[in-house]
């Protein structure tokens, strides 16, 4: 919601242009890494994901890029439009369970049309 | 398919008041969980169920408790609120294969509670 949208870096990009949003993680043990969108008044939604045993994954119009040298993630919009103005985080999971999940604070993305 | 269902969507407490969150999946999930969210952090895990009759204390259960009574549902109550808690609540699910977290969370549009 627009609360989460508070003192969070913001990306503005032109419609149909490409977005390249960046995520720094934080334990080299985490082996999965998620992509999570979410709109103003709504639940987070699930982009893409990554294990730790690949360096890219594409899907429609995303791509993840994961550099664990750098403990580094990125995500990688396509054509951007209207419609994926949201804030994105991503959610790196370190080995031992489900609870091992730390979530970033996200990247506001504007599309300008 | 709903997906994951949160009731209330909005509620306002006075001090003191408790309220129940409900939270209901009809994707056969085991694995559900409560978070928080606050401006300027990332999603915080409040209290977590691996399945029906079990929860656990995630990152920041002081003040709430859950039940997970039947598979589907799981309930996060607030005994005695306080402005602390004023946040936006979300439930989660995911499947079984999950055990290490790999599977991606399956989120509700969440509660926002205000506590006057």
């Known amino acids: 919601g627009e609360s989460v949208g508070l003192h969070l870096p913001t990306l503005s990009v032109q419609e149909g242009d490409n977005s390249i949003i960046n995520c720094a993680y934080s334990?080299?043990?985490?082996?999965?890494f998620i992509w999570y969108k979410q709109e103003s008044g709504k639940g987070p939604q699930f982009i893409i994901d990554?294990?730790?045993?690949?360096d890219k994954r594409q899907g429609q119009r995303v791509t993840v890029l994961l550099n664990k040298t750098v403990k580094h993630l990125s995500l990688q919009i396509a054509a951007t439009q209207p419609g994926d103005s949201a804030v994105y985080f991503c959610a790196e999971n370190r080995p031992g369970g489900y609870q091992k999940v730390t979530f970033g604070i996200g990247t506001k993305l504007q599309v300008i049309p | 398919n709903a997906g994951v269902t949160q009731t209330p969507k909005f509620r306002v407490l006075k001090t003191g008041q408790s309220m129940t969150l409900l939270c209901a999946q009809d994707?056969?999930?085991?694995?559900m969980y409560w978070y928080r969210q606050d401006p300027g952090m990332g999603l915080r895990l409040i209290h977590y169920?691996?399945?029906?009759?079990?929860?656990a204390k995630g990152e920041v259960p002081d003040g709430y408790n859950v039940s997970r009574l039947k598979k589907q549902n799981f309930l996060l109550g607030l005994e005695s609120a306080a402005p602390s808690q004023t946040s936006v609540y979300f439930c989660a699910s995911s499947t079984g294969q999950g055990a290490r977290g790999n599977s991606p969370l399956h989120f509700g549009n969440g509660t926002r509670l205000t506590v006057t």
């Open positions: 994707m056969n999930h085991e694995y």
């Open positions: 334990n080299s043990a985490s082996d999965y």
């Open positions: 169920s691996v399945g029906e009759g079990t929860t």
């Open positions: 990554i294990r730790s045993n690949m």
